[in-house]
């Protein structure tokens, strides 16, 4: 089945000249053919941020990448976005299905297995890491990749992994049984011309058929 690829913006927004820079990247991966594409700017006021979020929907319209909101459920409903993404401390994933549209993604990040059996029914799909040592939270202590098998095997969620995916570790990753990846580096630090190729190769290291994938 086709893993799900899924983009974190690395937070600049805020300290960017213009958002334009990050509707630029959205179009980019969402014409590369990332699915999930996480508006992840703590740094923005609202204002700015439901006005980035709104670009970044019309952006992807016309493929089949969707853009989901960290951890902030009133901006993504103002900026008419396909979901939200909730931190592991973040509030019940069920106060939001209560009052979110039909088809309304929740993700919810995980850090092991007792968090992934508590993320609950109304959540579809979840983020464990970190999997891999990654400069984006350098004091993080690596889980690795048989701690993310653990969490596969306890839910029938599809489970992305982050922190430290590369292309060359998509492949220990594609063995847990993992439904796909989600990075910010691996993006963030290459040209938009480069995405494709990037893509290609974090679904080449998934052609397994134990994956599963969002519906």
């Known amino acids: 089945m086709r893993p799900v690829i899924c983009l974190i913006t690395d ?9 334009d820079a990050l509707v630029e990247r959205v179009a980019a991966a969402a014409r590369a053919g990332v699915d999930l594409i996480q508006v ?51 509030y019940a994933a069920s106060r939001v299905r209560a009052v979110v549209p039909a088809g309304f993604l929740i993700g919810r990040s995980v850090h092991n297995v007792d968090d992934a059996i508590r993320a609950g029914a109304a959540v579809d799909y979840l983020i464990f890491g970190t999997v891999f040592r990654t400069s984006s939270k350098p004091a993080w202590t690596p889980a690795g990749p ?6 596969v095997r306890a839910t029938r969620l599809p489970v992305l992994a ?33 995405l494709p190729s ?17 519906t």
């Open 198 to 214: 990037i893509v290609d190769s974090l679904r080449r290291a998934f052609d397994a058929p134990q994956n599963r994938t969002l």
């Open 146 to 151: 048989v701690a993310l098998a653990e969490v």
């Open 40 to 90: 992840r700017e703590p740094a923005s006021d609202d204002r700015a941020l439901v006005a980035a979020v709104r670009d970044c929907v019309a952006a992807v319209r016309g493929t089949r990448s969707r853009v989901i909101v960290n951890d902030r459920a009133d901006v993504a409903l103002a900026g008419g976005a396909h979901g939200v993404h909730l931190k592991g401390a973040s």
């Open 162 to 194: 982050v922190g430290g995916v590369t292309v060359d570790t998509a492949g220990l990753i594609a063995g847990t049984g993992a439904a796909g990846v989600a990075a910010i580096g691996q993006f963030a630090e290459r040209a938009p011309a480069a």
């Open 11 to 19: 937070g600049r927004l805020a300290s960017a000249a213009s958002p």
